[in-house]
């Protein structure tokens, strides 16, 4: 919606204020979906579950684009928002459980890469659409976003098995055997492997998983009193990380500059519509591009030295940022070309950094670091507690600029990013090479040791 927003206002007549409950409230709706993505995987499978969220995707964007009124555009963004929800649960639990601890960071990447690229498609959607008539070219930029779920949905319904940890928590062994044996292309290995996840399913007391027959997974209730009632020391640890994470991800102020370039950029002294959407491409293109580091880098560096470059390199550029938008004057009155060309460059190196730790990292570690028991309902509450922020900053941004200044909303973004690496620092063991049977023991009294922190 970033560049479809200025012509989605002139075809309907929608105000500022409209647009930002608009966006904020994509969000909010996504806040619901990853609640509801936590139990649908749990019940339904994670294969079911991503086959439903291809389908709300695609529903949403086919509403949205053919909306006549602010209130269908809500009836769509309803839809696309509760989908986004479901997705950002289901794709890293589906990864971090389908792949071996070797490549799981390279693995888990790669729903990030394939959602900045979606992004970037859309900038450029964006830009080569503009021409068209203002009452056709923003369906199309919006409409066009239902072609990929159709993939989706065949590549889900068609070639991608149940993950095998679903399948033990839920008594099916011998498919859970034939998954790994498939994946492992080594059945010994399949045995072994097929041995740790049953031990680790067995590990908590009230949770009894026979090889001999189904038996019924726990009530959703007992997974949320477990998480958030009587969570034991190490799921607490577990949690703060995983909520830390989600929330600082957001609180830097990525889904302004995501959602808000334009106007940003209209605020550095850029008063050309075509020059406004072309650096808008430019920070696509960084994205993406900057987004494949952590594909080859996560499972030879370590999740914990790119969450500390990345939060740096975010307060750093944010700073730059707010102190070229301080500088530059009204766009109705010209600009510095430096300062413009400072706001560019400074908004491209944050999303470049924000993509190398923060981006792709955070849905890694988390869904690595959770139990087997609660991965998929711990893993909707920090999609939720992301969900919440970014609609806090959807909702918030033109109110905030106007209220405090552009310059003055970033270096608030530029604080948040600090106070990001400091929490990375103090609070995140590293995690790379280490089984998920291992992490709950990682998170224990122990890992307070410095020694755990960097191994």
Not at 31 to 41: D, F, I, M, T
Not at 235 to 255: I, Y
Not at 435 to 444: G, I, K, V
Request: aromatic share 8%.
């Amino acid at each position: 919606m970033s560049g479809a927003q200025k012509f989605v206002q002139e075809d309907l007549g929608i105000s500022d204020a409209q647009i930002e409950v608009l966006i904020g409230a994509t969000s909010i709706y996504s806040l619901v979906g990853s609640l509801a993505a936590g139990w649908a995987c749990d019940r339904a499978g994670r294969r079911r579950t991503m086959a439903l969220s291809a389908a709300m995707f695609f529903a949403g964007s086919a509403i949205t684009g053919a909306a006549s009124g602010y209130a269908a555009l809500m009836a769509g963004q309803l839809v696309a928002g509760v989908a986004c929800g479901f997705g950002l649960v289901v794709a890293p639990v589906y990864i971090a459980e389908m792949a071996p601890a070797a490549s799981r960071g390279f693995l888990s990447s790669i729903p990030e890469i394939a959602g900045n690229s979606g992004i970037l498609l859309s900038y450029i959607a964006d830009f080569a659409l503009a021409g068209l008539p203002k009452s056709l070219n923003w369906r199309l930029m919006v409409g066009v976003g239902a072609v990929p779920p159709l993939f989706l949905a065949a590549a889900t319904l068609l070639a991608m098995p149940e993950t095998p940890r679903w399948l033990v928590l839920n008594g099916h062994h011998d498919e859970a055997r034939r998954v790994l044996t498939r994946t492992t292309g080594d059945a010994a290995l399949a045995d072994r492997r097929l041995q740790e996840i049953v031990s680790s399913a067995q590990e908590s007391p009230k949770q009894a998983v026979s090889s001999d027959e189904k038996k019924e997974a726990r009530p959703s209730t007992s997974v949320w009193r477990d998480l958030l009632v009587r969570p034991t020391p190490s799921v607490r640890r577990v949690l703060l990380a995983v909520l830390g994470l989600q929330f600082f991800q957001q609180a830097s102020g990525v889904a302004a500059l995501v959602l808000y370039a334009p106007r940003v950029f209209n605020r550095a002294g850029i008063t050309s519509q075509h020059a406004v959407l072309g650096a808008t491409i430019l920070l696509g293109v960084v994205k993406t591009v900057s987004i494949v580091i952590p594909l080859f880098l996560a499972d030879r560096l370590g999740r914990r030295p790119m969450l500390l470059t990345s939060a740096g390199g975010m307060a750093a550029s944010l700073l730059v940022l707010g102190f070229s938008l301080r500088a530059a004057p009204a766009a109705d009155a010209g600009g510095a070309w430096w300062a413009a060309a400072t706001s560019v460059a400074a908004a491209a190196v944050f999303m470049a950094t924000f993509s190398l730790g923060f981006g792709p990292v955070i849905w890694m570690y988390g869904s690595e670091i959770l139990p087997l028991r609660l991965r998929a309902q711990g893993t909707g509450i920090g999609t939720a507690v992301n969900r919440v922020m970014s609609a806090v900053v959807g909702m918030t941004f033109i109110s905030m600029y106007e209220a405090v200044g552009m310059a003055g909303s970033f270096y608030i973004f530029a604080g948040c990013a600090a106070a990001a690496w400091v929490f990375v620092y103090a609070c995140l063991p590293e995690t790379k090479g280490r089984s998920l049977e291992e992490m709950e023991a990682l998170f224990d009294g122990s890992a307070d040791s410095p020694s755990l922190m960097t191994q």
